[in-house]
């Protein structure tokens, strides 16, 4: 067996013993077409205030720029669809992928255990994790390692998967056996585009105005959500789910195995008034080691306030 394909077959068992679903391999070189996208998006100022995503642009088009002589992107999937549903249909929601221990730790942890095992089994090599903190454009490397293309809402679907899964990277200097990407199956389905409550999605799809997305609204804004969105925001507190909940493709999503992303077990049964009267104890408790705590108990106070029509 050719070194390559060995070492290749060698990271993928690993990976999935370590619990991510897919594993695939692409091949570190300058991303041409996905620079200029990027460029296009940030011109148009749909980045809203997320002023990091202008910074740092070499590094997220070239990963030679994040590792000198990178010769490969291990591509990762960690799957945290959670079919249960809060339990007040009236409650402000909350997107699943923060039900549990924020993703960040989870991950960082399981990579760093791969890149041990890497250099333990095949010898000393240059490499970094990366858990969507980096400037790394994870989508197009994930789309470019075969995991999936990249759908009409912007986030990446598997047909046997769906897209309610977390995407990590190790980026190193190790040549492996790379993966062919996969096309396009939305074929002519609208129903992402149709449901977003704001609008964010371009008519025709593949493009997401990042300002007017309920995500950025609740979690990325720092000011005040403008009156615009007044009505429009589903009941969302923090981020959203719905271009994924009316994605065909999720009815192959399965429950996650993972205990890190169970919530807590005062989060889905919390009621309305609840929350409303959420106090920064309770805050705390619930989202002790949460991404909600990015937000931090003053924000999200704010985004429930808005939903209530308040100022």
Known sequence: ??????????IRSE??????????????????AEARRLEQWLEAGMHGQMHYMANHFDKRVDPTQLVPGAKSVISLVFNYYNPEVQEDPEAPRISQYAYGKDYHFVLKDKLKALLHFIEREIGAVSGRCFVDSAPVLERDWAKRAGMGWIGRNTLLINPKAGSYFFLAEIILDLELEYDAPMRDFCGTCRRCIDA????????????????????YLTIELREAIPEAFKGKMDNWMFGCDVCQDVCPWNRFSKPHQEPAF?????????RKQDWEE??????????QHSAVKRTKWQGLKRNIAFLKGED
């Open 15 to 32: 990976a999935q013993r370590l619990g991510f679903a897919q594993v695939g391999f692409a091949k570190a070189e300058f991303m041409d």
């Open 262 to 270: 169970s919530p807590h077990p005062d989060l889905l049964s919390m």
């Open 196 to 215: 977003c409550p704001t609008e964010a999605i371009s008519p025709e799809g593949y493009l997401v105005d990042g300002s007017k997305c309920i995500s």
């Open 1 to 10: 067996m050719p070194t390559t394909q060995a070492h290749s077959t060698l």
């Open 278 to 287: 959420i106090t920064q104890e309770v805050f705390n408790q619930v989202f």
